[in-house]
């Protein structure tokens, strides 16, 4: 079994920064990708950002130049800047590690982007 915790969310004014962070522990020897996904009330979940642990990253669209995602291996640590966030970014953010041909999902943290 593959544990993710996340840290991090809370409250920011638009146009602000926050910092995620996911460790994981467990069986994490063959986790061969980490990323962040994002759930906002009514909807559905959505990718954020992934990289492998070769460093290959991807992200959405909509948060290309504005989020930046990195690990720490030593740490077994991914990170999610977060950087100029609007309000439409408010949602649950979730940890995911891919092992194995499966999916381990963190409890997810909150993140509220209002004035």
């Known amino acids: 079994q593959v544990q993710l915790v996340e840290s991090g969310g809370g409250l920011v004014q638009p146009g602000g920064s926050l910092r995620l962070s996911c460790a994981a522990s467990?069986?994490?020897?063959?986790?061969?990708?980490m990323g962040w996904y994002r759930q906002a009330p009514g909807k559905q979940r959505e990718l954020v950002a992934t990289i492998t642990t070769g460093g290959i990253t991807n992200y959405a669209d909509s948060e290309k130049g504005r989020f930046t995602i990195s690990r720490d291996n030593a740490k077994n640590t991914v990170y999610l800047q977060m950087n100029s966030l609007k309000p439409e970014d408010t949602a649950v953010y979730y940890c995911?590690?891919?092992?194995?041909?499966?999916?381990?999902w963190g409890k997810g943290t909150l993140v509220t982007v209002s004035s």
């Open positions: 995911n590690g891919k092992r194995r041909g499966m999916d381990y």
């Open positions: 467990g069986s994490i020897i063959g986790i061969y990708a």
